[in-house]
T-cell receptor, first 116, second 116 residues
Framework: GAGVSQSPSNKVTEKGKDVELRCDPI?????LYWYRQRLGQGLEFLIY????????KSGLPSDRFSAERTGESVSTLTIQRTQQEDSAVYLC??????????????FGPGTRLTVT | AQKITQTQPGMFVQEKEAVTLDCTYDTSDPSYGLFWYKQPSSGEMIFLIYQGSYDQQNATEGRYSLNFQKARKSANLVISASQLGDSAMYFC?????????????FGTGTRLTVIP
């Protein structure tokens, strides 16, 4: 079946511009996560959505970052007034839910963002 | 303090040999899960193996096994009979179930190179 998809795969933008990154989770997955991976680093948690509950935004690095999700479908991560330190790969993951103890997050291929 | 520590930036192993990738973790949550992911050069994150904090036996999945030493707070990944396709970045991650944190905490990764 189809996995998690993300678009665009690559994005180059000028400093100060806004960007939108899109994530299509696996159908039926109620939980969706956004992570950021800087070059040579591990993944940093950004935001989490579960059903229609209020999202967990505890990982967002600044108020320039925001994300939306409609129901159990597509999510959009928006970065306003991009800065060079925002350059990274942005990974989206989905899972069947967070209620079970053992669960697997399925990751998308990521969007590589370069801010010039 | 870092929740996940991977002290080996890079490891080399001869094809068909076994290799151990180290991971130590730090948590006060009595209920947690430990994960290993593989990230090939293509960038996708591939789930390998999971160990729950209350699991009595070490997890195994094919050629992957997790050497779980709870008292030492270590969760090393053992790959047996290494193959050239095992060359990739490997990330250890943890989720804390009682704190309510919804995300995975990742280490900085170990780059494994399998030598023919």
């Amino acid at each position: 079946g189809a996995g998690v998809s993300q678009s665009p795969s690559n994005k180059v933008t000028e400093k100060g511009k806004d960007v939108e990154l899109r994530c299509d989770p696996i159908s039926g997955h109620t939980a969706l996560y956004w992570y950021r991976q800087r070059l040579g680093q591990g993944l940093e948690f950004l935001i989490y959505f579960q059903d229609n509950s209020a999202p967990d935004k505890s990982g967002l690095p600044s108020d320039r970052f925001s994300a939306e999700r409609t129901g159990e479908s597509v999510s959009t991560l928006t970065i306003q007034r991009t800065q060079q330190e925002d350059s990274a790969v942005y990974l989206c993951a989905s899972s069947q839910g967070s209620g079970t103890v053992s669960y697997e997050q399925y990751f998308g291929p990521g969007t590589r963002l370069t801010v010039t | 303090a870092q929740k996940i520590t991977q002290t080996q930036p890079g490891m080399f192993v001869q094809e068909k040999e076994a290799v151990t990738l180290d991971c130590t973790y730090d948590t006060s949550d009595p209920s947690y899960g430990l994960f290993w992911y593989k990230q090939p050069s293509s960038g996708e994150m591939i789930f390998l193996i999971y160990q729950g904090s209350y699991d009595q036996q070490n997890a195994t999945e094919g050629r992957y096994s997790l050497n779980f030493q709870k008292a030492r707070k270590s969760a090393n990944l053992v790959i047996s009979a290494s193959q050239l396709g095992d060359s990739a970045m490997y990330f250890c991650a943890m989720r804390e179930f009682q704190t309510g944190a919804n995300n995975l905490f990742f280490g900085t990764g170990t780059r494994l190179t399998v030598i023919p």
